[in-house]
């Protein structure tokens, strides 16, 4: 059973970084998707970036690319979204997830696509 906890969230202000971690239990060597959503109040939940496990591609929405990245540590099974330039608009909570094994070369960033979420952690971008 693959479990995932994020950690990392808190309130900046606008301009600021954060660093967002997904650390996965329960966790093979298969090749999946693991990808971050956001969901702010009262809207519905948006696809923000994702890679695939093992080295290979990422996506990003439009409206963080340039100023967040996806990375992972095969070693830790943890996959890391920086986040930097932080806007009030970022404001949201954020979710990790994967998918089931992933043939695909791409991910994408459909959250049908993925089984397994995380709590959420909560980020803040003051004004």
């Known amino acids: 059973q693959v479990q995932l906890v994020e950690s990392g969230g808190d309130s900046v202000q606008a301009g600021g970084s954060l660093r967002l971690a997904c650390a996965a239990s329960?966790?093979?060597?298969?090749?999946?998707?693991v990808g971050w959503f956001r969901q702010a109040p009262g809207k519905e939940r948006e696809g923000v970036a994702a890679l695939v496990t093992g080295g290979g591609s990422t996506v990003y929405s439009e409206s963080v690319k340039g100023r967040f990245t996806i990375s992972q540590d095969n070693a830790k099974n943890t996959v890391y979204l920086q986040m930097n330039s932080l806007k009030p608009e970022d404001t949201a909570v954020y979710s990790c997830a994967a998918t089931p094994p992933w043939r695909g070369e791409n991910c994408a960033l459909n959250r049908n696509d993925y089984r397994y979420w995380g709590q959420g952690t909560q980020v803040t971008v003051s004004s």
């Open positions: 329960g966790y093979s060597a298969i090749r999946r998707c």
